[in-house]
């Protein structure tokens, strides 16, 4: 087996662990936000599975750095995919780190970033891939963003606004925005009221996308 062959089995290997490890973080956030009492007993245990899951992306990282031509303009273009990259909360369980609440509130900001970052490298792998259909990545766009909307909104809102009593009333909010039709009540949160603008735009942007692809598609069959 010659070094380029074993060079593109070690990029399929990565892409498929960095795949597993985007989805595998966000079904993580999703327990950890949903049950956090039921899983505060396991505090240690979700660390170290945020541990393995950012050396994955690190190593993707460095991968896609080692491949590009130009390293440094890469390094210092995706700087921040390396920094969420990094395990904080492991290393804050290992060397026993207390947090004040202002450190608290910025710890956080990097939770719901590392779930932007899932989303990222989960579409990124969607819409890379040569065997997924254009139309079935712009779906799992919509969706998986749709998910992560609401376990933000949920995250953010269920302690301050009386109309979001559980997981469900956040996912009807989400999708309720993200077909630009709107619920039936109103963020609250600084991070509510974010996404309260982002998920329309979405929906704008992404919706006409499946028209014309589905009209193209008939198109193409009636020619043939």
Known sequence: MDVVLRWRMFLRVVNILTLIAGVLLLVAMSLEILYPEELAPYAFDFSVATLVICLVFCLDFFVLMARSQHKWRFFARNFIVLLLSIPYHFLLEFFAIEL?????????????????????????????????????AYIATVLVSTYVA??????FESSINVSVASFGDALWWAWMNVTTV??????KSVVGKVLSVLLPILGMAMFPVFTVYVTSLFERRAKG
């Not at 609401?150 to 995250?155: D, H, K, R, V």
């Not at 709107?182 to 963020?187: I, M, V, Y």
């Open 150 to 155: 609401a376990l933000l909104f949920y995250e």
């Open 182 to 187: 709107g619920a039936s009540f109103f963020a």
């Open 100 to 136: 004040n609440h202002a450190e608290q509130v910025m710890l956080s900001g990097v939770v719901m970033l590392r779930a932007v970052l899932a989303l990222y490298i989960t579409m990124r792998w969607l819409i890379t891939n040569r065997t997924t259909r254009l139309l079935w």
